[in-house]
């Protein structure tokens, strides 16, 4: 089966500036994840769909992230404006609902802000 | 709040040597434990999870609620076991179900 599939790979911006990334999770999962990795650190979960609704968004920095998932299938983060301590790697990943344990995750983008 | 600690930033071991990756966890509750691995070039992926109890790829990993560790372990390391481990947590059931928080990661090295 496909993966999940993740673009851009790398986006380099400067501060301020706007930025957007594109997630297809595999096939029949309901589930998405939206991660955002810094620089030795473990992943930390920004946003969880179910279907296309919210299941939690508590880490999410909503002043300046969105998530959406309109037709519950692929998904976009965005991040408007992007400040200097945005840089990291954004993983996605998806699951089957009732198997939430078993992420399958996407190559992620590296984004660095200048 | 849930957090997962995993103390060694780096390990190196030998070709046949034991190995045994830390961590240890903070919740008060009944959490679910997993271990996922990353190699080279490769995707972030599932190992283990603590419920099955099962070894894969010769590694196991107990659940030691007393003192809130899950250690993960293999009798013989190989080179191709080189790459970066991650312990996370989930909260078993409600709405936080399927939330995974990660530790810092390992990044385990087999030396031939």
């Known amino acids: 089966e496909a993966g999940v599939a993740q673009s851009p790979r790398y986006k380099i911006i400067e501060k301020r500036q706007s930025v957007a990334f594109w997630c297809n999770p595999i096939s029949g999962h309901a589930t998405l994840y939206w991660y955002q990795q810094i620089l030795g650190q473990g992943p930390k979960l920004l946003i969880q769909f179910q279907n296309n609704g919210v299941v939690d968004d508590s880490q999410l920095p909503k002043d300046r992230f969105s998530a959406e998932r309109l037709k519950g299938v692929d998904s976009t983060l965005k991040i408007q404006p992007a400040k200097l301590e945005d840089s990291a790697v954004y993983l996605c990943a998806s699951s089957f609902w009732g198997a939430s344990y078993e992420q399958y995750f996407g190559p992620g983008t590296r984004l660095t802000v200048t | 709040a849930q957090r997962v600690t995993q103390p060694e930033k780096l390990l190196s071991v030998f070709k046949g040597a034991p190995v045994e990756l830390k961590c240890n966890y903070s919740y008060s509750g009944s959490p679910e434990l997993f271990w996922y691995v990353q190699y080279s070039r490769q995707r972030l992926q599932l190992l283990l999870r603590?419920?099955s109890r099962e070894s894969i790829k010769g590694f196991t990993a107990d659940l030691n609620k007393g003192e809130t560790s899950f250690h993960l372990k293999k009798p013989f390391a190989q080179e191709e076991d080189s790459a970066m481990y991650y312990c996370?947590?989930?909260?078993?059931?409600?709405?936080?179900?399927?939330?995974?928080?990660f530790g810092q990661g390992t990044i385990l090295t087999v030396h031939p």
């Open positions: 996370a947590l989930s909260l078993a059931g409600g709405t936080s179900y399927g939330k995974l928080t």
């Open positions: 603590h419920i």
